[in-house]
């Protein structure tokens, strides 16, 4: 089984940075690409930035220039480093771990249980 564990988040002022952590654990032989994922009460959840196993990545237009998506795929981890902040930050954050591949030999996706990011005005 395949866990995914998300550490990093909390609150901070606006202007301030957090540095998102996710470890995946379990039978993994690769996992293909990781993400980051955001998600408000009642709003849907949306892509914030994503990572190829190559290092390629990409971001949502709102985080441009202000996050950056890294990943040690020897460590099965994916990081996402915010700086400046806003409140319109404030979600919670799931991370993504896609087509991982298992020793059983199964493909599939994994989600984190999600890490709040609060940033006060």
């Known amino acids: 089984q395949v866990q995914l564990v998300e550490s990093g988040g909390g609150l901070v002022q606006a202007g301030g940075s957090l540095r998102l952590s996710c470890k995946a654990s379990g039978n993994i032989l690769a996992i293909n690409a990781m993400a980051w994922h955001r998600q408000a009460p009642g709003k849907q959840r949306e892509l914030v930035a994503s990572i190829t196993r190559g290092g390629s990545a990409a971001y949502a237009d709102s985080v441009k220039g202000r996050f950056t998506i890294s990943r040690d795929n020897a460590k099965n981890t994916v990081y996402l480093q915010m700086n400046s902040l806003k409140p319109e930050d404030t979600d919670v954050y799931y991370c993504?771990?896609?087509?991982?591949?298992?020793?059983?030999?199964?493909?599939?996706?994994?989600w984190g249980q999600g890490a709040q990011v609060t940033v006060s005005s």
């Open positions: 993504n771990a896609g087509r991982v591949l298992t020793t059983s030999g199964f493909v599939r996706d994994y």
